[in-house]
């Protein structure tokens, strides 16, 4: 079953992929130019922001052809992502992951771990 709180933004919702049961709390917002593949028993906090879409740094390139590069977000089984928590465009959460509250992922993270901070490191296995 998926449970999704309102309210709730996403570009397309065509991106939005559920392999069970997912929750997510109110006032998420889903950028997904990319696709967004979530495990199942994936759980989400409050204010959870997950982005698919990134941008060329070089601003000419960026000014000159407006280019967005979508690139997918993987979300394993049984993954607890807290509140107000941003996922950043490429990122592999392993299954059993559990993501602090306010943390910035910006790189793959393993299964089996509790990540925190700015940027989200490990901090030990769960």
Not at 47 to 74: C, F, S, W
Not at 90 to 106: C, F, K
């Amino acid at each position: 079953m998926v449970y999704i709180d309102i309210p709730f933004q996403f570009d397309f919702g065509t991106n939005l992929h559920f392999s069970g049961n997912f929750y997510a709390n109110t006032d998420c917002l889903f950028l997904d130019t990319g696709d967004n593949n979530f495990g199942n028993n994936v759980k989400l906090g409050p204010r959870v922001q997950i982005y698919t879409v990134n941008h060329p740094v070089d601003p000419t390139e960026r000014l000159e052809k407006g280019l967005a590069i979508a690139y997918p977000v993987m979300i394993g089984d049984n993954v607890w992502i807290g509140g107000g928590s941003i996922i950043n465009p490429g990122v592999v959460i392993g299954a059993n992951t559990v993501i602090g509250s306010g943390s910035v992922v910006t790189r793959s993270l393993p299964s089996n771990v509790l990540a925190a901070g700015v940027p989200a490191k490990v901090i030990r296995e769960v």
